[in-house]
């Protein structure tokens, strides 16, 4: 970031776990920043619109445009104007590359499979049911009753000899059957490789009733799970294209691209 | 025309009030479950019919002391109804006509015929054999004869036609109604307009509801006549499918209109395909015969092949104008849940139109998620549209 005065644009991203900002300037450089979403949604958007502000020392004045998105984006009573993160993750993507044709996204509470065309506008979209099936907060219950946390699940994905065969994708139920394979002996790995092949099976199927177009990418904070990111590419047979940034802020990167065009 | 403001429970409990007149009067009060109810039988007989399918929440939780929860909210707030003592007009029912439709309403019948006498008639599912028909008519027969002895009644052929004359006339002007919709930018917004359908569809005396749906006609041909639109013409006209069509269960649809999206055509369970068929009654035929012939041809997804429903939706997505099409299925409702992927190839692949299906129940637990899903439909719509403008 140079030190002359620019004019920013910035995006909110108010997910169910964590809030994203990215603030662009006229040029395209990008900062970013993430806190946990907490309970005050508001709160914590003003608070990282803050963190990105601070990096490239500028005041709100500075912005031109602010664009909220996220399941918590009618929190945002400072954002110009609000649209679904389902556009925003097509926007985020073509900003990086625009050869890509498909997004899947795994967030805190939900997963989607977004078409978009050349220009990044949304063309078709699909979302799981709603429930934690298929989401980090999956992942995260997972980890905690395996006594570990979500890095670590990452690594020792790759430690496993046999995946379990795990059935249940449903939070409550999946508890239970990792007690069952827990009680009978089963590696810590083996239930987790298991579990990310289930994830996969289930995200896969999702992104195969849509149709995959290439080249697609994985975002969202899940995409940071290299073992279920291993999975879902060996699951659907073509690797995903690198993304280059962190893969939690791509939806909060799309809404800058949206202030960007929209000032 | 008013905004919606009278809840469903306060539907209720008017119309109650004037059926339990009514009854002290003498009246009979038939309870219907499904549109393969044959109310001409049932005006035939001089007595009422009366809808009574569960469409909201609050009896579900009573229902499911007895129904696993793993069943469709239609199924649990329909027993629930009955059996939760809240519902002032399922009592009123002196019997209920139904019909074996999909799994969970047949099986739970079994438990509400012990709350109110029942005639469960058998409805063949491969409706286009003519074994299907032959069958349809004598169960038809049957639940005639049920209503004669039930209600201590004669029904006579004149009786039946009669009957017809009004059932057609009735289908005709709902179907009239339906159509005021096919302006853009139209008289009335979806969600006023079930809302004004679900009131409309309780009635005491068949000739006042015929002057009733007369009058709703004008007052929306009169808005047409004068350009007062409910809404603008760029908005992203929805064809609604499948389910969740009544007040009291209209969450999605609400929300369809607070994204920006107006419904102007449904289609399925309440829609317009289940008033625009009629009963072709023709002078050397039996009535039981013509009334069987029109209620086998209902396109529920519980019937099999229901290749009609497709070649409706071709139709009505072309006739709207419609720019998406959503579908909705009720959590574990098979029938429209597997029939859904069906709908998708034809609307995606063969009418190129952007196409959303959603699963959900009666709660509000959702809405939040769901929202983001509507909305962004309508971003996918706002978006082709400007694509179409440019090309």
Redesign the interface.
């Given at each position: 970031m140079t030190q002359k005065k620019k004019h920013y644009f910035v995006g909110i991203d108010a997910g169910s776990r964590t809030t994203k900002a990215v603030l662009l300037d006229d040029e395209g450089n990008l900062v970013s920043a993430i806190r946990p979403t907490g309970i005050n949604v508001g709160a914590t958007a003003e608070e990282v619109f803050g963190d990105v502000l601070g990096q490239v020392d500028a005041t709100p004045r500075d912005v031109k445009y602010l664009v909220g998105t996220g399941y918590g984006r009618v929190s945002l009573e400072f954002a110009d104007t609000t649209v679904t993160e389902l556009s925003c993750h097509a926007l985020g993507a073509n900003f990086i590359n625009p050869e890509i044709r498909m997004v899947i996204d795994i967030g805190g509470q939900d997963s989607k499979v977004i078409q978009l065309d050349e220009n990044g506008s949304m063309v078709d979209f699909i979302m799981n049911d709603k429930c934690a099936a298929g989401t980090g907060k999956f992942l995260e219950m997972v980890a905690r009753k395996l006594e570990t946390d979500l890095e670590n699940l990452s690594d020792i994905h790759f430690e496993s000899e046999q995946p379990c065969a795990i059935n249940s994708m449903c939070v409550v139920f999946v508890e239970t059957e990792i007690i069952s394979l827990l009680a009978r002996g089963e590696s810590a790995a083996n239930i987790v490789s298991g579990v990310n092949w289930a994830f996969a099976n289930r995200i896969g199927n999702m992104a195969r009733r849509l149709g995959i177009k290439e080249q697609y990418v994985l975002t969202g904070g899940v995409a940071k799970n290299r073992g279920l990111k291993d999975a879902l590419n060996q699951y659907l047979g073509v690797p995903f294209a690198p993304l280059g940034i962190d893969p939690q802020i791509n939806g909060a990167l799309g809404a800058a691209v949206l202030a960007l065009r929209s000032s | 025309m008013a905004t919606v403001t009278e809840t469903i429970q306060e539907v209720h409990n008017d119309f109650a009030l004037t059926l339990e007149m009514a009854k002290d009067e003498g009246k009979k009060v038939v309870g219907c479950l499904c549109s393969y109810s044959p109310t001409e039988l049932i005006l035939a007989a001089g007595a009422i019919p009366v809808g009574l399918c569960g469409s909201t929440q609050e009896p579900i939780t009573k229902a499911e002391e007895i129904l696993s929860p793993d069943q469709c909210p239609k199924v649990k707030a329909t027993y629930g109804r009955a059996i939760a003592g809240t519902c002032p007009i399922f009592p009123l029912a002196d019997c209920v006509i139904a019909e074996t439709t999909c799994d969970g309403r047949k099986k739970m019948y079994e438990l509400l015929e012990r709350e109110v006498p029942m005639c469960v008639m058998d409805l063949p599912q491969k409706p286009d054999t003519s074994a299907a028909l032959d069958h349809w008519i004598e169960e038809v027969r049957k639940a005639k004869t049920y209503l004669e002895q039930q209600l201590g009644v004669t029904i006579t052929d004149d009786n039946l036609r009669e009957a017809i004359a009004k059932g057609n006339r009735r289908r005709k002007l709902i179907t009239n109604l339906y159509y005021c919709r096919i302006h853009n930018p139209g008289p009335i917004n979806g969600l006023e307009f079930i809302n004004t359908m679900t009131k409309l569809q309780y009635y005491i005396d068949i000739d006042n509801h015929l002057e009733t749906l007369e009058q709703f006609y004008s007052s929306l041909q009169e808005q047409i006549d004068k350009k007062v639109h409910a809404h603008s013409a760029n908005q992203p006209r929805i064809l609604w499918t499948g389910l969740g069509n009544s007040l009291g269960c209209s969450k999605v649809l609400e929300l369809v209109e607070e994204c920006g999206g107006v419904v102007v055509c449904q289609e399925g369970c309440g829609g317009v395909t289940r008033s625009e068929d009629q009963i072709i009654l023709m002078e050397d035929e039996d009535p039981i015969v013509s009334i069987a012939k029109r209620y086998l041809r209902v396109t529920c997804a519980c019937m099999t092949p229901n290749n009609q429903r497709f070649d409706d939706l071709t139709r009505l997505c072309d006739e709207f104008k419609i720019d998406g099409v959503i579908d909705l299925a009720w959590q574990f409702c098979q029938p429209f849940e597997i029939e859904s992927y069906r709908v998708k190839e034809l609307v995606?692949d063969t009418l190129d139109l952007?196409f959303l299906h959603i699963?959900?129940d009666y709660s509000q637990?959702?809405t939040?998620?769901?929202r983001?899903?509507v909305?962004?439909f309508m971003?996918?719509i706002a978006?082709?549209k400007r694509?179409d403008r440019r090309n």
């Open positions: - | 995606k952007p699963v959900t637990s959702d939040e998620q769901l983001i899903r909305e962004g971003e996918q978006t082709r694509h």
